[in-house]
């Protein structure tokens, strides 16, 4: 499976930004998919997660009620629509997939998932 990010760029404080994840190689029939982040001299953290249906959610707190998780099956795409952007938001996103149903583990550190797209990075102006 190889997974594609797109969607980064400069944005000041207060914009948005939409990602795109597409996946290639295979279904993703009965993966999580998930969004990570990785600032600069900081480890990589969980941001949002979601089921292979699209009906169930996660989110770290910091960007719960800002970030939006969504997914496309029939486009094998993965989306994050991210709104009020703070200059905390500057990182490398990355995105992931793992087969299962557990998206509350996506988000404990160290937690493996199976294929990792290169990341695309998203600036925040103060």
């Known amino acids: 499976v190889q997974l594609v990010e797109s969607g980064g760029g400069l944005v000041q404080t207060g914009g948005s930004l939409r990602l795109s994840c597409v996946a290639s190689?295979?279904?993703?029939?009965?993966?999580?998919m998930g969004w990570f982040r990785q600032a600069p001299g900081k480890e990589r953290e969980f941001v949002a997660g979601?089921?292979?249906?699209?009906?169930?959610?996660s989110y770290r707190d910091s960007v719960k009620g800002r970030f939006t998780i969504s997914r496309d099956n029939t486009k094998l795409t993965v989306y994050l629509q991210m709104a009020s952007l703070k200059p905390e938001d500057t990182a490398v996103y990355y995105c992931?997939?793992?087969?299962?149903?557990?998206?509350?583990?996506?988000?404990?550190?160290?937690?493996?998932?199976?294929?990792w797209g290169k990341g695309t990075l998203v600036t925040v102006s103060p």
């Open positions: 992931a997939a793992k087969r299962g149903s557990d998206i509350v583990a996506m988000s404990l550190p160290g937690y493996g998932m199976d294929y």
């Open positions: 190689g295979r279904t993703l029939t009965s993966y999580v």
């Open positions: 979601i089921n292979w249906v699209g009906d169930s959610t």
